[in-house]
């Protein structure tokens, strides 16, 4: 017997590794619905490179032919951010009629429900109620209260809370209200493309947020998306003797000449992937920029995919492999490829099997 089959012995890993092979390999793109926002975020990506210049097209034959063009090269999932994404409602729902999907939203303007009714979606919260506000460039307003009642009870929506190296005492506090609301959490950790340094500085490190992280794992097993492999690879930005970098991310636009070289190191990268700008014509290097450093990365998504591609380096025993499926089972939940009421019934418990760092085996 192999070890992957031993392995799968396990009931929880054995459905988990099932639903994940039955809902089949993703090809995704990252699409720019729009370059305008209502907001401007200090520490957005998108603002730090001028993505916000880029034509907004109000052509809807374009965008119906990036639709279709898309269809044809076998795309079917979508990553679909911004700009605010809510400000083009009838857009996501063309998009919702083709593809697999999940859009990133800053939460102030609700996302209606007909036509989009198992759209999932995050809501981004960048830290308790004065971080938040401060972070967003609306100083004194109660943004994560808006955000909160915009969706509260939604099924659709999770909190993609991005936390800075310096503010993982509002850890605790900024997800109980988020758990409060009925609504899961995916973190995300704080890149300073501005500059800002001090407590938004990554170059101080992770460690405090990391162990906040994983205590919220632990008291809500049920509410999380993060799993305490993924917390850790992006966190400390190693995975299996890797480093970090350009050079072993995944997701890179592969018709974009900045990426020829990189494609023809023979490390592994998603060969489908695009990142596509809001002109629905060019492109940039990979999801999160063209000429950033890629030190400053410490994107879940992209994390998440560096994890994902190298299933073969995680299995040298059990606890490697709990690590990779756990983490790539959270990925198809969180983006509804797999049951939602199963996926997170499974992901819970393989959640609350963690004591200590160890996953405890599960016998029949």
């Not at 659709?156 to 988020?178: K, L, M, N, W």
């Not at 490829?337 to 760092?357: C, F, M, N, T, Y």
Request: hydrophobic share 35%; net charge neutral; aromatic share 10%.
């Amino acid at each position: 017997m192999s070890r992957l089959n031993r392995y799968l012995e396990d009931p929880d890993l054995g459905r988990m590794y099932q639903l994940v092979r039955a809902a089949g390999a993703v090809r995704p793109i990252s699409l720019d619905l729009t370059s305008k926002c209502n907001l401007r975020c200090t520490g957005c990506y998108y603002y730090a490179e001028g993505m916000d210049q880029v034509d907004h097209r109000r052509d809807d034959d374009a965008f119906d032919l990036l639709i279709e063009s898309e269809k044809a090269r076998g795309t079917n999932f979508v990553t679909v951010v911004g700009g605010e994404p809510a400000l083009e409602p009838g857009r996501l729902r063309k998009l919702y009629r083709h593809f697999k999907m999940n859009v990133a939203t800053n939460g102030l303007i609700p996302i209606p429900r007909e036509g989009l009714e198992n759209m999932p979606m995050g809501i981004a919260v960048w830290g308790s109620r004065e971080t938040d506000a401060r972070l967003r460039g609306q100083p004194g307003k109660d943004l994560l209260s808006t955000a909160l009642e915009n969706y509260r009870g939604d099924p659709r929506a999770f909190f993609y809370y991005t936390v800075a190296p310096g503010h993982a005492h509002e850890i605790e506090d900024v997800v109980g209200q988020i758990v409060e609301n009925g609504n899961k959490v995916l973190f995300n950790y704080y890149s300073d493309v501005s500059e800002r340094g001090g407590e938004l500085g990554y170059e101080q490190g992770f460690g405090a947020v990391r162990r906040e992280v994983d205590r919220m794992i632990d008291r809500y097993p049920d509410m999380m998306y993060t799993t305490p492999y993924l917390n850790r690879v992006t966190t400390r930005g190693e995975l299996m003797g890797q480093r970090w970098g350009y050079d072993v991310c995944t997701n890179l636009t592969v018709d974009n000449e900045i990426n020829t070289h990189r494609r023809q190191t023979g490390k592994p990268y998603n060969p489908h992937f695009r990142a596509i700008n809001a002109d629905f014509k060019t492109t940039r290097r990979c999801c999160t920029g063209s000429t950033r450093d890629c030190a400053s990365c410490f994107d879940t998504w992209e994390h998440f995919s560096w994890i994902m591609i190298n299933m073969r380096k995680h299995l040298g025993n059990r606890r490697e492999f709990t690590d990779w499926l756990s983490t790539m089972f959270a990925f198809y939940v969180v983006n509804r490829l797999v049951d939602p009421g199963e996926g997170h019934e499974l992901l819970a418990r393989i959640q609350a099997r963690w004591s200590a760092g160890a996953p405890r085996q599960r016998t029949a």
